[in-house]
């Protein structure tokens, strides 16, 4: 009696319509895009923040808002691709609105203000709208209205993204609403790797002592096909019974040890040699290290989360387990993947299936300390295994650390003074005129008698004096090549924001567009 195969369902139409992008930051980072609700303050050219707002609407940012009072003008028709003739003399964000909604059917976009909804301020939108996500908005702004997108951002924890274009040159600063932790920070794979060595547990110690109780006497077949990490625990355990139970820890001692590996193969195979051994050989510098705290991690396990809502966060609910973990067993927990090695399948699978079983425990025991936890009870496992596996690359972003004690205008000079000695600046002139008009009464000269009040002798580097050539010529008008550019920079940061997924920068990132150059600065 034949039997009917099963039916295949293929991916669905928004698979294979962010089939690309899916790739980058998976289902859990596509749905929180979605999910999102993006505010655009428009002002000045109004161009950079349009061609931002059209590489979050093409991925499928969930909805939007632009606030514009601007009205069209012929200026704009030659700066801005999204707005034609026929919407001179009419709201720019309504005509701003209307185009880019086009480019993605599942958006959904507002624009205001406008009489039908009764918005006529950006304090009544701020106030009536449902909380947003991330907020944008582009210089020139002036600073009563500055202030209300600062205190929104401050008691919602909204992030800030500030966009300024002019000429040749942009910039953009991310305002982050105090710590802001990333645990899926997408690390290349090789970096991943955590094999443990220097500090096998028992499952593992049996398999290698298993695999090479008789290790000279093995057929060429089995010999050649010892996984690589076998090879190696076996060998180290030699190394230690010749060096007082010590493993090898300096360079000199690798080195030593690695020769023993490659002397250890055999060469009287077809091949020459073996490619397992070659393997173990490669492998002595970047696995064979102690375990240790990293960076990221240490920074985390420092920060005081006295903020309330900061505690009610899950992320440092596991931060505390994760701590409580390292502090008793003076290792992270095990990641649990293998990477390819040469090794017979059935071989393989055992050694992939006790890493595997290690990383369970390991994640099995912060679930409970995260379980114990006030607050704990309500985690889902998944977020907790996540942190496990991404443990050593987990990044905090504080943006209001680096002031701290500090006013602007002592960071902009430390940064100044920074940048200038290794000569390695973009332009910091982009940066000093925030608030600066639209246009008229911006001179070169102005420019740098700004730029001497905050930073004194900067006036008088000679790419600070170029650049303020260069804004004071674009007397407040947008290139679009430059705003196009500095609109896809923006997003992807905004993007990294919203999914929590990749590191987005740290405060400032300033374009050149003379030198084709950017640079990021914190200031």
């Known amino acids: 009696m034949s039997q009917t195969p099963p039916i295949l369902h293929g991916p669905s139409e928004k698979e294979r319509k962010y089939d690309r992008q ?49 009205e069209v003008n012929e200026a704009d028709l030659g700066v801005n691709f999204f707005l034609d003739e026929d919407c001179l003399g009419k709201s720019r964000a309504e005509s701003l609105t209307r185009l880019i909604e086009e480019l993605n059917p599942d958006v959904q976009g507002s624009w ?19 909380l947003f996500t991330v907020i944008i908005y582009t210089h020139p702004i002036t600073e009563e209205r500055l202030a209300h997108l600062e205190a929104y951002g401050q008691q919602h924890k909204t992030p800030l993204v500030a966009i300024h274009s002019a000429g040749f040159y942009s910039y953009f ?11 899926d920070t997408h690390p290349d794979e090789t970096a991943t790797t955590d094999l443990r060595l220097l500090t096998p547990w028992p499952e593992l110690v049996a398999l290698a002592n298993e695999l090479t109780k008789d290790i000279d006497n093995l057929d060429n077949f089995e010999h050649g096909h010892l996984p690589y990490v076998v090879i190696l625990l076996h060998y180290l355990e030699k190394w230690k019974t010749a060096h007082d139970g010590k493993y090898p820890t300096t360079y000199k001692e690798k080195t030593e040890f690695r020769k023993i590996v490659q002397g250890a193969a055999r060469t009287n195979t077809p ?33 005081d989360h006295t903020d309330p809502q900061e505690q009610r966060s899950g992320f440092w609910v596991i931060a505390d387990a994760m701590k409580k973990f390292y502090e008793k067993h003076q290792c992270l927990p095990l990641p649990g993947k293998l990477p390819d090695m040469k090794a017979q399948s059935k071989v393989y699978i055992q050694l992939q299936t006790i890493y595997k079983a290690k990383a369970r425990q390991d994640a099995a025991e912060i679930l409970q300390m995260v379980q114990a936890a006030p607050g704990g009870e309500d985690i889902d496992p998944a977020e907790v295994d996540l942190f496990c596996k991404n443990a050593a690359f987990v990044k905090l972003i504080n943006a209001t650390g680096g002031g701290a004690g500090r006013n602007k205008t002592d960071r902009l000079k430390a940064a100044a003074d920074r940048e200038f000695a290794s000569d390695q600046t973009a332009s910091l002139t982009a940066h000093i005129f925030p608030s600066s008009p639209t246009s008229g009464g911006i001179t070169q000269s102005s420019i740098l008698a700004a730029i001497a009040a905050q930073v004194p002798g900067a006036e008088q580097n000679e790419r600070v004096v170029q650049a303020a050539g260069e804004v004071a010529r674009a007397d407040g008008g947008e290139l679009h090549n430059v705003s196009a550019l500095t609109g896809g920079m923006v997003a992807q940061e905004v993007i990294k924001i919203v999914t929590k997924q990749y590191i987005p920068i740290d405060d400032t990132c300033v374009w050149d567009g003379i030198g084709s150059r950017c640079q990021v600065l914190r200031l």
Do not use: C, H, M
């Open 271 to 303: 091949e020459g040699g073996e490619e397992n051994f070659d393997e173990a050989a490669a492998a002595v510098l970047k696995t064979l290290v102690p375990p240790s705290l990293p960076s990221g991690l240490k920074e985390i396990f420092e920060y």
């Open 112 to 130: 205001y203000p406008n009489g039908s909804e009764g918005v006529a301020t950006l304090d009544s939108l701020l106030e009536s709208s449902p």
């Open 22 to 70: 899916l790739r980058l930051w998976a289902a859990s980072g596509q749905a929180a895009l979605e999910s999102a609700n993006l505010l655009l303050v428009n002002s000045g050219a109004g161009t950079v923040g349009a061609e931002t707002l059209k590489n979050l609407v093409l991925p499928g940012i969930g909805r939007f808002a632009i606030y514009d009072e601007a």
């Open 173 to 183: 600063q991310i305002n982050l609403p105090g710590a802001f932790p990333i645990v």
